[in-house]
């Protein structure tokens, strides 16, 4: 995993996916739902659950909404059905893409998804096409821009509470675990007052895929087609940046 810092990618992006602030809640929302879905509705016992809610409150988020997506993804609140679709496919240059989606209307989404890769270079595979070039995992940052943050000591305390390697890139802490062991990493490292600069279960690549510069324009044009969906959660590639 070393060399392949995930959190540079997270960050190169970050500042697009901020300026589409229309967008911004609605995914909040359905990130919570998941985690409420899956997890159950305690934040105190469901790190997932408590990480999306941090994040919505950073970004203002009212409560009455986070509230609300909670009891609609428990059974508490009438609202729209959501299902969980994920979706396979090759970009440019053969790059893997998984794409996870959230919606309440599967026809509109699969429309909207196939048009993507068929408009930027890409084509849509069948289940399972792509997803064997993945390992799913637990994935944790904490950032240590300051150098505040012992090396020794982080990677002691994620391997106790559970942790499967932890890397160094950039001024963060990169941490990976079992989907199983996730929630109970998450917790641990929060008791011991490290700061989560991001953690979700997510898709890791196992080899990474380099473009021509031309190449990697036209992925990168594909994964923000992709993005501009309101029913896109989120986009995995294995696409090696030349930046």
């Known amino acids: 995993m070393a060399g392949h810092s995930k959190w540079k990618n ?3 992006r970050k500042n697009a996916q901020d300026a589409k602030k229309g967008k911004i809640f609605m995914r909040h929302a359905k990130d919570i ?3 409420a879905k899956s997890g159950g509705g305690d934040i105190e016992t469901n790190a997932a659950l408590r990480t999306a809610v941090d994040k919505a409150k950073a970004d203002n988020m009212p409560n009455d909404n986070i509230e609300r ?4 993804a428990t059974g508490t609140l009438d609202g729209a059905t959501y299902e969980e679709i994920t979706y396979e496919g090759y970009g440019p240059g053969g790059v893997a893409v998984i ?13 909207e998804i196939r048009h993507a890769f068929k408009k930027h270079g ?5 289940n399972g096409s792509v ?10 940052v904490v950032e240590n821009e300051d150098g505040s943050i012992d090396e020794d000591s982080i990677t002691l305390d994620a391997l106790e509470a559970g942790a499967e390697d932890v890397s160094v890139d950039d ?4 941490i990976y675990t079992s989907p199983e062991d996730y929630q109970d990493v998450v917790s641990y490292l929060e008791e011991q007052s490290y700061k989560l600069a991001d953690a979700e279960v997510t898709y890791i690549p196992q080899n990474y895929n380099p473009l021509s510069s031309e190449d990697e324009e036209k992925m990168m044009k594909l994964v923000d087609a992709l993005e501009e969906s309101e029913d896109v959660q989120d986009v995995h590639h294995n696409l090696e940046s030349n930046e």
């Open 131 to 140: 997803s064997f070039m993945f390992d799913r995992k637990g994935y944790i």
């Open 10 to 12: 997270i960050q190169k």
């Open 33 to 35: 739902y998941i985690a």
């Open 171 to 174: 001024g963060a802490y990169e």
């Open 69 to 72: 997506n909670i009891k609609k």
């Open 122 to 126: 890409g084509n849509l595979g069948e």
């Open 99 to 111: 794409v996870n989606v959230l919606t309440d209307n599967k026809n509109r989404t699969a429309g």
